[in-house]
């Protein structure tokens, strides 16, 4: 006997339920695995990105300055023929910094895993070195800092702001403390040295030694190229780490002078 008061719908008898259930569940996997491979794929191309661009600045990056590459620009540059062989000759006198002269540092940015070289570079280099007899008895060099450029603006900017107070410290200063021989430069053209001394940056000074190749050209100049290895946080200067990207603390100083006879 039915009741009156009972109206609950009786059990569904359309089969297509379950079915269509299993039907958006299999669509919502697939959407899903889809969405996963469309990560996949475009991580794996961020991170391809990432080793191509690293390729491309690693093989446009400066290389490291040759005293016998740039004595032979020297004499080159000077004509009359000369053949860019480096020539023994009176070294003795006051030397300065003369049109040609370059310098700068070279460091290595880690982009997403990948090792960039960033080499930055600036001509506004003045000072002066004495030669006495053999010996090299004074140097001093100044580098204008803000004037330092990479291949990136905004790089350079934060360079010149954030890493350096360039307002402040706008110079890096090296000043030679002790005499080195560089008989060799007089009798064969070329002399490697290592010089002491003492490198300003950023209103921080540190004790370093140099290694110098000295080269006398044809045309009478004298090339001097060095480099000497640098840890930032010495000069209180912070690396910039931006997640994505972040750059060695450990860099190099190098350079190129160009000096003439005062």
Do not use: C, K
């Not at 339920?17 to 475009?42: F, K």
């Not at 290595?108 to 053999?134: K, P, W």
């Not at 603006?153 to 110079?171: C, K, L, M, V, W």
């Amino acid at each position: 006997m039915s009741s009156h008061g009972d109206h609950r719908p009786p059990p569904s008898s359309d089969p297509s339920g379950p079915v269509r259930r299993r039907r958006l569940s299999s669509r919502a996997l697939t959407g899903i695995v889809a969405a996963a491979a469309v990560l996949v794929l475009g991580l794996g191309g961020f991170l391809i990105g990432s080793r191509i661009y690293a390729d491309q600045r690693n093989a446009a990056a400066p290389e490291a300055f040759t005293a016998t590459a740039e004595a032979s620009a020297a004499s080159d540059g000077g004509g009359g023929g000369s053949t860019g062989a480096p020539a023994a000759g009176e070294v003795g006198g006051t030397w300065t910094v003369a049109e040609g002269s370059q310098a700068g540092y070279r460091v290595a940015e880690v982009l997403n895993g990948q090792d960039v070289t960033v080499v930055g570079r600036t001509s506004s280099v003045t000072g002066s070195a004495e030669i006495t007899g053999t010996s090299l008895s004074e140097t001093r060099i100044v580098v204008d800092l803000a004037s330092v450029e990479t291949d990136a603006a905004q790089r350079d900017e934060y360079f010149r702001t954030r890493a350096i107070d360039t307002a402040a410290h706008p110079e890096a200063v090296f000043t030679l403390t002790a005499p080195v021989d560089v008989a060799a430069l007089a009798e064969t053209g070329t002399a490697t040295v290592t010089v002491p001394g003492t490198l300003e940056i950023n209103g921080q000074t540190q004790d370093v030694r140099i290694a110098l190749t000295l080269a006398r050209s044809q045309d009478g100049t004298l090339t001097v190229v060095g480099a000497a290895d640098a840890t930032w946080s010495d000069y209180g200067v912070e690396a910039p780490d931006l997640g994505f990207v972040s750059v060695e603390d450990a860099g190099q100083i190098e350079f190129s002078l160009v000096l003439a006879a005062a």
